[in-house]
């Protein structure tokens, strides 16, 4: 199982969105993918999206409008 990072500050949509979806693909079962995003609307197009990707995930504020979200492949 691996670990990967990802950083979308200041993208605005639809990039970061691309971004993980080309990364969840590209990565093996029980990988993980930790994404943080400084973008509202990046957090409810990304929930979205992801319902459609063989993944689960969970998205968290952790910092004043800085969310963080861990996608796990399956």
Known sequence: ??????????EMCPA???????KVR???AGDL????SDHSCTVRLLREHLRTLPCRFRVEMVADGIWQFVIEKR
Not at 16 to 22: C, I, Y
């Open 33 to 36: 993918l930790i994404m943080e």
């Open 1 to 10: 199982m691996a670990t990967f990072t990802l950083n979308v500050y200041g």
């Open 16 to 22: 970061p969105l691309l971004k993980a979806e080309a």
């Open 26 to 28: 590209d990565m093996a």
